[in-house]
T-cell receptor, first 114, second 114 residues
Framework: AQTVTQSQPEMSVQEAETVTLSCTYD???????LFWYKQPPSRQMILVIR??????QNATENRFSVNFQKAAKSFSLKISDSQLGDTAMYFC???????????FGKGTLLTVNP | NAGVTQTPKFQVLKTGQSMTLQCAQD?????MSWYRQDPGMGLRLIHY???????DQGEVPNGYNVSRSTTEDFPLRLLSAAPSQTSVYFC?????????????FGPGTRLTVT
């Protein structure tokens, strides 16, 4: 079974600074996908970024980028130029290519301070 | 498109009562799923469906039933509510779940069982 570990229950950052959220996973799959979802206080789950394991290039979406280290099974999220609207719970999630299940980590609560 | 809709948004039940959480999507997605979110636990998969007439269990299926008679709807039934089922419930859908496609989430239902 796959497991996803987020070792930072809470983090804080000053507005305009950069912060990195950690995620590690364990799997025996060779083909899989990794995601970061954001859950603001509104409770809505929003996809931030997606990485395909067979792609060596790290995914980027505007101020959000990942550091995908396949051998180390690590998938960290970097948020540049943090904004107050980035305050949210962030979940790392894993999807093995052979099934339909999405496995989530326990989340990291990020607070951006003015 | 309305995307993924869930009703109700909030519900209070007494122990032993039954109820159905409704989920509908208008994106013609084959894959639909139910998650529960508890503090410090992330999101855990309850049941999922890969098409009309096909359902399967997730990580925490006990106490819940599902059926999928149409592509659009995927209701979740609580047979005899227990306080341990107090949680926030999310429905999600995807058209490429088997290929790591994005899952679109509904707004969630907050359920309290007393």
């Amino acid at each position: 079974a796959q497991t996803v570990t987020q070792s930072q229950p809470e983090m804080s950052v000053q507005e305009a600074e950069t912060v990195t959220l950690s995620c590690t996973y364990d799997t025996s799959e060779s083909n899989y996908y990794l995601f970061w979802y954001k859950q603001p206080p509104s409770r809505q789950m929003i996809l931030v970024i997606r990485q395909e394991a067979y792609k060596q290039q790290n995914a980027t979406e505007n101020r959000f980028s990942v550091n995908f280290q396949k051998a180390a099974k690590s998938f960290s999220l970097k948020i540049s130029d943090s904004q107050l609207g980035d305050t949210a719970m962030y979940f790392c999630a894993f999807h093995g290519g052979s099934n339909y299940k999405l496995t989530f980590g326990k989340g990291t609560l990020l607070t951006v301070n003015p | 498109n309305a995307g993924v809709t869930q009703t109700p948004k909030f519900q209070v039940l007494k122990t032993g009562q039954s109820m159905t959480l409704q989920c509908a999507q208008d994106m013609n997605h084959e894959y639909m799923s139910w998650y529960r979110q508890d503090p410090g636990m992330g999101l855990r998969l309850i049941h999922y469906s890969v098409g009309a007439g096909i359902t399967d269990q997730g990580e925490v299926p006990n106490g819940y039933n599902v059926s999928r008679s149409t592509t659009e709807d995927f209701p979740l039934r609580l047979l005899s509510a227990a306080p341990s089922q107090t949680s926030v419930y999310f429905c999600a859908s995807s058209n490429l779940a088997g290929e790591g496609g994005e899952q679109y989430f509904g707004p969630g239902t907050r359920l309290t069982v007393t």
